[in-house]
């Protein structure tokens, strides 16, 4: 697989997230649990636990993409409607926003775990 979504491995909203994420967009990528990662392309314990990370290219020249983009990237794999709405967390304001609304959820996982 050449793009992976890498996920807080000690988080079960993030993994129940990424099971989600999965049913919306089935192929094309795949999640990988930080605490399964046999190579951290470059990232800090500290990153990995902050933010989502996306890595294309995973096997040579690896391009990362963090947060809402880094989601955002995954929906553009689907295409159609969802792959529109990936495309806004690229486009400013729209992008601005989906980095705010990524940065509450992820500052507030526990509270946002009942509704996932």
Not at 84 to 98: C, D, E, R
Request: charged share 15%.
């Amino acid at each position: 697989m050449n793009t992976i979504l890498i996920t807080d491995g000690e988080c079960e909203f993030c993994q129940r997230t990424a099971a989600k994420l999965a049913r919306i967009v089935p192929n094309g990528w795949i999640n990988v649990p930080s605490t399964e990662l046999n190579n951290n392309y470059g990232l800090t314990q500290q990153q990995l636990a902050h933010s989502v990370w996306l890595i294309e290219n995973s096997d040579s020249d690896p391009v990362r993409y963090s947060g809402a983009k880094a989601v955002g990237k995954v929906l553009r794999i689907r295409g159609g409607l969802w792959g529109a709405l990936g495309w806004l967390t690229f486009i400013p304001p729209a992008s601005w926003v989906a980095a705010g609304m990524y940065r509450l959820v992820a500052n507030n996982r526990k509270f946002f775990s009942r509704f996932v």
